[in-house]
């Protein structure tokens, strides 16, 4: 299975490579397109048909598509920038080494296997996160999607090139389990000394945009004492989520700002910043959320300026199947089950259909960033372990 991976991991590793390092492989954009027709080609190669749901979804079948009580698995290709491959094409490819495993075994699956590249699970083009997901599953409109803009303006129903279709109905007579395999981002299966893992839940997390208002003025001349400088809330604020987060013991960053006039030589009117904040548990992350915004209001007041915050998007706490994660486990041989406080389109699926989550070994743990890497040999035993999975599911 080894060559084999690596024979198809060849086939897409220079795709949305970028220069400066990492990949770009916004969704909908030429990278992502030119993947796209790598997975069609891939389900030609091996006689599943292909479907596209209307929300930018796209899907091979080794079966009737859509079932009922289909086993739908795979993940997403794009990518945050400047990201590493695995983060979700690792889950497609996986899927496609696993059908060739279930055939060479001699397996025919009493289910149809579905294979998913859902669209825009980084939320890195569009801000929405599992887009796609929400999609089909009907957590989020096509008229909200459809809206929703990139840095440059453009649409997501414009990129789509149609109206989305929303959600799909009678999904959960449709699919009967989902189960995708995505790289581990962190180091629990290094310390636990097993290539492959099983997921037991997803923190809740969510992404705020932050507002700071303050007076545009001149750099040079206007004095300190008379200036209200939203670019100082903002540096407070980012401070006090990083205090308040670890105080918690949850997650925060903003790693995205926005200014303006973003002139070197202009006191800034606007800075925007988005907060990423994950926690354990809703309460926690709540409380979490709650004390940054009162210490960015507090700050803003002796600022003289202005905040308003407002959620982009919200991900509730995931508990994925406990019985399917126990079976699966077993299966695996004693495979070790552990949480994640990465958001997957696994996590919205699972409000609809049992649903697990594989993962495979990374060695440093680092994702989102060029140095996320698996190594060849355990990437192999995923996808050998994903066509063990399928074939125990159909
Ligand atoms: O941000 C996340 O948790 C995921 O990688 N999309
Ligand atoms: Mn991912
Ligand atoms: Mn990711
Ligand atoms: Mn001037």
């Known amino acids: 299975m080894t060559a084999a991976f690596q024979r198809l991991w060849q086939e897409i590793a220079t795709i949305g490579r970028d220069p400066r390092g990492g990949y770009l492989r ?133 990129a789509l090139g149609a109206r989305p279709a929303g959600a799909l109905p009678g999904l959960a007579r449709r699919v009967s389990a989902v189960v995708e395999l995505h790289i581990e981002q962190g180091k629990a299966l290094v310390d636990l000394g097993a290539p492959v893992g099983v997921a037991s839940a997803i923190w809740p997390h969510g992404r705020w945009r932050m507002d700071f208002t303050g007076t545009g003025d001149h750099a040079g001349t206007t004095r300190m004492a008379d200036r209200h400088d939203p670019m100082l809330t903002f540096a407070h604020t980012v401070l006090a989520a990083n205090e308040e987060a670890r105080a918690a013991g949850a997650h925060a960053t903003v790693a995205r700002v926005e200014v303006e006039p973003n002139a070197t030589n202009a006191i800034p009117s606007l800075v925007r910043g988005w907060l990423d904040a994950r926690a354990a548990d809703t309460p926690t992350l709540d409380r979490l959320v709650e004390a940054v915004l009162k210490r960015a209001t507090e700050q803003a007041g002796r600022d003289g300026t202005g905040v308003v915050v407002e959620p982009e998007s919200l991900s509730p706490e995931v508990a994925f199947d406990t019985a399917l994660a126990a079976r699966l486990a077993g299966i695996l041989g004693g495979a070790p089950i552990l949480p994640t406080s990465a958001g997957h389109d696994a996590g919205v699926l699972s409000a609809h259909v049992p649903t697990a989550m594989l993962f495979v070994r990374n060695p440093t743990g680092v994702s989102h960033s060029p140095a996320e890497h698996a190594p060849d040999e355990d990437c192999a035993a995923g996808a050998e372990s994903l066509a063990t999975v399928l074939e125990a599911l159909t």
């Open 26 to 158: 916004y969704a909908l954009s030429e990278p992502e397109l030119v993947l796209r027709d790598w997975f069609r080609n891939q389900a030609a190669r091996r006689d599943l048909a292909v479907t596209e749901d209307g929300n930018g979804n796209l899907f091979a079948w080794w079966g009737r598509p859509w079932g009922p009580d289909a086993v739908l698995t795979g993940s997403h290709f794009d990518s945050v920038p400047h990201g590493g491959g695995y983060d979700g094409p690792l889950g497609i490819v996986s899927a496609f080494l696993a059908v060739d495993a279930l055939r060479e075994r001699g397996v025919t699956p009493g289910r149809p296997i579905g294979i998913a590249a859902f669209v825009e699970e980084e939320g890195g083009r569009f801000g929405v996160p599992c887009l796609g997901s929400r999609l089909l599953t009907g957590a989020i409109t096509p008229e909200k999607a459809a809206g929703l803009c990139d840095r440059d303006g453009v649409t997501f129903g414009e």
